[in-house]
């Protein structure tokens, strides 16, 4: 945990110096959401830390949630495209060690009866994201379900970055890692929920 942490203030540290007040910094909060499916810059401190310059008035909190929304979408569409059109070598390239091809191979077989629950969930979860989207094209997901799914994941998870931000900026300053750590559980709940909500529907319909 403590060289998580260190990690997380060394990106926070390195994403404060591309991070401005200025009226570029929108696409640059977009651009560096798309490099999270890399795994290099995290979206979640990007979010944080232009919220926080926000709260000070150099930036406009909505401003921040529209770019971190658009940046997502890009990414995760270029995830679900690669691996609709990426083919078998890159699969095998990509996820190369046992344990990320039991992610994989998780993803998938959960993609079929929990799509929606699966897209939202998967990315509030650490590694969640890459693995979901990547699957969903690799399944073939018809990608206006996909699209639709996906919207209502990147509002929420871009929503609960600001917002949490927004009211908790004193605790979450210099201490971005805190949210990462509450990311995983509203994941978790989220997932639970529409869960429940998905087998209230079946049953609903066969009792009808």
Do not use: C
């Amino acid at each position: 945990m403590a060289a998580r942490r260190g990690y997380v203030h060394t990106v926070f540290d390195f994403i404060t110096q591309w991070i401005s007040g200025s009226p570029v910094t929108y696409p640059v909060i977009s651009a560096l959401a798309v490099l999270d499916i890399i795994g290099i810059v995290p979206a979640e401190t990007v979010v944080i830390t232009a919220t926080l310059i926000a709260l000070h008035g150099d930036l406009w909190v909505v401003g921040v949630a529209a770019a971190a929304v658009v940046g997502a979408l890009v990414g995760d569409n270029i995830l679900y495209l690669i691996g609709q059109y990426g083919g078998g070598r890159l699969v095998n390239y990509l996820f190369r060690s046992d344990r990320s091809r039991q992610r994989l191979d998780w993803a998938r077989r959960r993609m079929h009866r929990h799509r929606n629950v699966i897209i939202i969930g998967g990315r509030f979860l650490p590694g969640g994201r890459t693995v979901v989207m990547f699957a969903a094209g690799t399944l073939r997901v018809p990608w206006r379900r996909f699209i639709l799914a996906d919207v209502v994941a990147v509002v929420l998870w871009a929503g609960y970055h600001v917002g949490a931000t927004v009211a908790f900026g004193e605790a979450f300053s210099g201490k971005p890692w805190l949210t990462l750590l509450l990311s995983v559980a509203v994941g978790i709940t989220l997932g639970a929920a529409a869960e429940v909500i998905r087998r209230f529907s079946e049953r609903q319909n066969q009792q009808a």
